[in-house]
């Protein structure tokens, strides 16, 4: 039998979208498959990576973890709408200027959470941005250059989205 699809409808990257998803769909897969916004990645099955970030109601979530149901009158944003009208977001600025990515599969989360937690944070320093990326996984850099790059901005005195 097959299984009835479930209305939702959610702002996406700044425009509201419906859509009809299977009630088991994942929100990263919805996102990527159904939105072709394949900035989420899919990094592990065991939710630590934190390449699926994306952000629901400003905050950093992991998309593999949510449902896309949940998605439900919310707020999402993507990497793909993090940039400005003038250009890309100061922490992709900033990611760019210290070389923080390689391989660059880790980045569309590193640089959704480092907007959380210039949101949310009352100060970043390397200690509180080291912790702040606790969930989030790169083969490549050594995080030292990740966390300049988002210190800088902090120092920038740039909050969040
Ligand atoms: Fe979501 Fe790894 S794919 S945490
Ligand atoms: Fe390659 Fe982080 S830049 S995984």
Redesign the pocket.
Known sequence: MKTALVPISFVLNGRPVQAEVEPRALLVHHLREDHRLVGAHV?CDTSQCG?CAVLLNGRAVKACTLLAVQADGADIVTIEGVAGPDGLHPVQEALHRHHG???????PG?VICAIDMLATEESLDESTIRHGLAGN?????GYQTIVDAIAEVAASGTKGA
């Not at 996984?137 to 850099?141: K, S």
């Open positions: 990094g390449a990515l390689q391989c660059g599969f880790c980045t590193m996984i790169c083969r490549c850099t």
